[in-house]
C-alpha cells in the first residue's frame, strides 16, 4: 500500500472522529485506543464507520468492523480495502 492510500485513510478517519465527536481534539486521537475509548457510544460507532466507509467507498457489512480493537486496526483495514 502506498503512503499516499496510508494518508487518505486516515485523514477519513481522524475527520469521520472528529465529525461524530467535536469536542474531541484532533490531535488527541490515540491509534491505539479503541473508538469507544475516545468517547464514542455504540451509535456514534456506528456513525463514524458509515461515514469513513462512504467517504473512502468502501462497501462492506457493518459486521466485519466489529472485531477490530482500535484506531491502528482500522486504519490497516480500510488500507488493506483501499489497495
Known amino acids: 500500500m502506498s503512503p499516499a492510500t496510508r494518508e487518505r485513510v486516515t485523514a477519513a478517519v ?4 472528529t ?6 481534539d484532533p490531535g488527541t486521537i490515540d491509534h491505539g ?7 464514542a457510544d ?4 456506528v456513525e463514524i464507520i458509515l461515514m469513513i466507509t462512504d467517504r473512502l467507498g468502501v462497501r ?7 472485531g477490530i480493537p ?6 490497516d483495514d ?3 480495502a483501499e489497495s
Open 60 to 66: 462492506r457489512p457493518l459486521s466485519d468492523f466489529s
Open 42 to 45: 455504540s451509535v456514534e460507532r
Open 33 to 39: 485506543k479503541h473508538l469507544k475509548d475516545l468517547g
Open 78 to 80: 480500510l488500507c488493506r
Open 70 to 75: 482500535n484506531v491502528a486496526a482500522l486504519i
Open 14 to 17: 481522524h475527520s469521520a472522529i
Open 19 to 24: 465529525t461524530i465527536l467535536p469536542g474531541l
